[in-house]
């Protein structure tokens, strides 16, 4: 028997004993299709039933302090139509567009020092610092600004000892920015630090071997390659400063109020949820319309035509 023979044997009981391949359910996808049951009972149960049940009290009343069911619009019309709420509403957007003009103009160029000037250690360290503020207690951060503001604070105390002050730190637009800055910059620049760090850095090389100035390369290489993710940095900060409780309350007073001090509001005013809970659908609405915004200009020229094929 030649050697030929004998391997042509073996090969043909391999073939004849090999096991059948077990047949996973994922290729056909029924595994992932069971994998989605739990996100999309969680999503049901803790998102679009408290959705829908404040729709459906919109439309309910108030009698002696009590909530009853019914169906009317007047919720709707007091509340739409009001010039506290149109003033809140005008409020609240300017407040929140001007933190979003403030968090991406500060963090992309500290998000840039980082990914691109820092070493591999002082990176690290550096998104370390960003991470524990995002996972620290808001309202301590908050109390520590009102410290630091306050009139007898300590930057009225470094003023004062030049001979400057007492300014007005505390309770007006400044510090209202200063503590929306603080919910959203650290967020904001580690999005942008993670995006850039995604980049193809041979199309910076081969820019700069082209006699591109590092100005030219921010505006033609990096900041085209960050479309989608300046796109969510403003989003996100949008969305955030949009419904944050915290910082119009605590230092500015609530003067002027926004959409979710009036909210808070419009309840002590008699129970009144069903109109605070126009406000509150009037808000998810407005949120949602920002972030189908984002998605659109984060596709870009060459994303809309490709949607359109």
């Not at 999309?40 to 108030?62: D, E, K, N, R, S």
Request: glycine residues 8%; proline residues 6%; aromatic residues 10%.
């Amino acid at each position: 028997m030649t050697a030929a023979s004998v391997t042509t044997r073996a090969s043909a009981s391999r073939r004849w004993f090999r096991l059948p391949r077990p047949r996973i359910a994922g290729s056909s996808g029924v595994l992932p299709s069971l994998l989605g049951i739990p996100v999309v009972l969680w999503q049901a149960v803790f998102f679009a039933a408290p959705l829908i049940f404040l729709v459906v009290v919109t439309f309910w009343q108030v009698k002696s302090f009590r909530l009853e069911p019914a169906f009317v619009v007047d919720n709707w019309t007091r509340i739409l139509f009001s010039a506290t709420f149109q003033r809140a509403l005008v409020h609240t957007f300017l407040v929140a567009g001007t933190t979003t003009v403030l968090a991406v103009a500060i963090a992309f160029p500290a998000a840039y020092t980082i990914a691109f000037r820092l070493g591999a250690r002082a990176r690290d360290l550096a998104v370390a610092f960003l991470v524990v503020p995002v996972f620290s207690s808001y309202m301590l951060r908050i109390y520590a600004w009102q410290i630091v503001l306050s009139p007898e604070g300590i930057t009225n105390a470094l003023l004062g000892g030049i001979g400057i002050g007492p300014l007005p730190l505390l309770g007006g637009a400044f510090s209202l920015q200063v503590g929306l800055l603080t919910l959203t910059l650290p967020i904001a620049v580690l999005i942008l630090v993670f995006a850039m760090a995604g980049i193809d850095r041979t199309l910076i090389e081969a820019a700069e071997n082209l006699g591109c100035r590092r100005a030219r390369v921010i505006a033609h290489v990096i900041i085209p390659s960050l479309r989608p993710a300046i796109a969510l940095t403003a989003t996100t900060s949008f969305l955030l400063a949009f419904g944050d409780y915290i910082s119009p309350l605590f230092m500015t007073g609530s003067k002027p109020p926004t959409l979710s001090i009036l909210i808070v509001d419009t309840v002590k005013s008699g129970s009144q949820w069903p109109r605070a809970s126009v406000i509150g659908v009037s808000m998810l609405v407005m949120l949602a319309l920002v972030l189908s915004l984002g998605q659109y200009l984060s596709r870009g020229r060459t994303g809309r035509k490709e949607a359109a094929r």
